[in-house]
């Protein structure tokens, strides 16, 4: 069945189980509209984004409270309330998020736990906030404007609201934004290396979260009439993050199914539970945890996945009728070397990775920097592309000094790389891993994503990943996941996505590894086009066949110094070179 089919089969189904549904029930599928709301921003923040929070609940009760103390203190309308609600949860999310997201790991996990416990009890003791007794009398929304008053459109505006944000959310998943949100989860280093401040762009998510958190509180606030801490402290936090992981984390519509399971689970097994065990103690929570765990169990990136393989989506074909690439950059001059290192010297404490390297890379050349594992070949790489900053020695591009720029500046002079270890977002299609190298080349953000206002720009830059994926023999599988394709094919797909980026110099780590015979000969072709067509690369690679009748030049490592240097010939029969190949004796 195809996707819009069910979404709207679905949609209608919930609107007419609001209108004919017994009031309890009704009051239930407002509760789950609610909880989706919070949830949802979970699935972008943890399940997509990769950035696990254990404190969205106090941006519910941020906003909860605001308009609390705004309607009753005040006297304010709530609507006039809502504008405040999101100013303060969205600021709060960002000054939070400004210090949080400057931890890693763990660390990260425990500092968003910190900071939902201190709001939890600051709400609890300040008096001016009702303490834990809280505040009630909070008043309804004025639908009685429109409508006379019902529980009912309480429900509608909770879930077209719910919906709205999820229809927004999956509009910018689909975006230039979108596909470098995903590639956070996949190694922040592969996304620096296009060009994406993964900082800033986890602060953007963050506070985007915190709007969507604080827009339920609103809600919540003047649905119940009553706001006290309770509902916005830890155990709600990790019971939303449930409720996205038992969906599916990495599934926007998941947030609704988990949102919805585990709220009618937990009503039911209260009224269900005391009659088995007895009204003392918690047993709902127990049960609802061993639940959860089975179901994970068998299931364990959530019930959305499951559900989704009876539910067609037709992939989305590139832009037709627009065959531009992306612009050529400005082309440095011919006569001086293009990327020079000098000195170039790499520690890892007592361990010399890099000792006193020097070379050049001219223009238009394909340069070969060959040697055994361990010489020093990918650290050389990431001291190019900033990954690593050199101990000593300078690294130029086009004159220019570029060692301790940062590899988001990398990428803009027009420097593009391929990984020794494939990085590639492996549950989405190739398209969309290659279109994230032109992530630069795009300006819209966020909100221009959430409404289609960047449908012109995407087309540009699909279409131009479109081409790139061609270019590289994969057409027929541009649809397919990454993850799914050999290990061949996936360098390939790394090929493109630098390519995407219209770079004037190219660095290829191992490109041609896991490639059949005649994929090497395409590739091989594909590189002399290249070079052609004034871009200048870089080769790591432990194939000699395929380097020696590729490489203009070679420059050979050992132990992390340069061993030699020269023409495909010269090294063939360079003894040094030789010996540390095959080793003494063997030469």
Request: glycine share 12%; with cysteine.
């Amino acid at each position: 069945m195809k996707r819009q089919t069910v979404f709207l089969c679905l949609a209608a189904l919930l609107f007419a189980a609001i209108a004919l549904a017994p009031g309890f029930y009704v009051n239930l599928l407002a509760y789950v509209g609610l909880y989706s709301l919070v949830a949802v921003g979970l699935v972008l923040l943890t399940g997509v984004a990769g950035v696990t929070s254990f404190g969205q609940a106090a941006f519910v009760g941020i906003a909860a409270y605001t308009t609390a103390v705004m309607t009753t203190t005040f006297g304010l309308s709530p609507w006039l309330s809502l504008p405040a609600c999101l100013a303060l949860s969205g600021l709060s999310a960002w000054i939070l998020g400004a210090i949080t997201f400057r931890l890693s790991g763990h660390y990260l996990a425990l500092g968003t736990m910190a900071w939902g416990l201190g709001l939890f009890y600051i709400m609890g003791d300040v008096a001016a906030l009702g303490g834990h007794t809280g505040i009630p009398g909070v008043p309804r929304l004025p639908l009685d404007l429109l409508y006379e008053y019902s529980g009912r459109w309480y429900a509608v505006l909770i879930w077209a609201v719910a919906i709205s944000v999820i229809i927004a959310i999956e509009r910018i998943l689909a975006s230039r934004k979108g596909r470098a949100i995903r590639a956070l989860k996949s190694g922040q280093q592969m996304a620096e290396s296009f060009g994406v401040n993964t900082y800033t762009l986890k602060i953007q998510i963050f506070v985007f979260t915190g709007l969507v958190a604080g827009l339920a509180g609103w809600l919540y606030a003047h649905y119940i009439g009553f706001v006290n801490p309770t509902p916005f402290g830890i155990y709600a936090s990790i019971e939303y993050l449930f409720m996205a992981v038992l969906g599916g984390a990495g599934y926007v519509w998941g947030a609704v199914l988990g949102a919805g399971i585990i709220t009618l689970l937990r009503h039911w097994l209260q009224d269900v539970l005391p009659l088995v065990l007895g009204r003392s103690g918690n047993f709902d929570i127990v049960v609802l945890g061993v639940i959860l765990m089975l179901v994970l169990h068998r299931a364990r990136n959530g019930i959305a996945p499951v559900l989704a393989r009876y539910v067609r989506s037709t992939p989305k074909e590139p832009p037709q009728g627009i065959t531009r690439l992306m612009p050529r950059r400005s082309q440095p001059d011919p006569a001086a070397p293009l990327l020079e290192l000098s000195g170039v010297t790499r520690k890892f404490g007592g361990l010399v990775a890099v000792n006193q390297l020097s070379f050049s890379l001219k223009n238009g050349e394909i340069l070969g920097l060959i040697g055994p594992n361990g010489a020093g070949k990918s650290t050389t790489f990431n001291l190019v592309t900033n990954v690593l900053a050199p101990t000593s020695g300078e690294v130029r591009y086009a004159g220019q000094r570029i060692d301790g720029t940062g590899m988001r500046n990398i990428a803009r002079l027009g420097i593009a790389r391929t990984f020794q270890h494939v990085q590639l977002v492996s549950d989405r299609s190739v398209l969309e891993n290659v279109a994230l190298g032109a992530y630069l080349h795009g300006k819209r953000g966020l909100t221009s994503a959430a409404l289609r206002l960047d449908q012109n720009e995407e087309a540009g830059l699909l279409a131009a990943a479109a081409a790139q994926v061609r270019r590289v023999g994969l057409a027929d599988k541009m649809h397919e996941a990454a993850g799914s394709l050999a290990l061949g094919q996936q360098r390939l797909i790394e090929v493109a996505r630098a390519l995407v980026t219209g770079p004037t110099l190219l660095l290829l780590d191992e490109p041609a590894a896991g490639l059949r015979h005649l994929e090497k000969q395409q590739l091989a072709q594909l590189l002399k086009d290249l070079r052609e067509d004034g871009v200048s690369i870089l080769l790591v690679e432990h194939d000699m066949d395929f380097v020696m009748n590729l490489v203009d030049r070679l420059v050979v490592m050992n132990f992390g110094e340069k061993l030699a240097s020269g023409e495909p010939r010269q090294i063939r029969n360079n003894p040094s070179v030789i010996e540390a190949y095959l080793g003494g004796e063997a030469a």
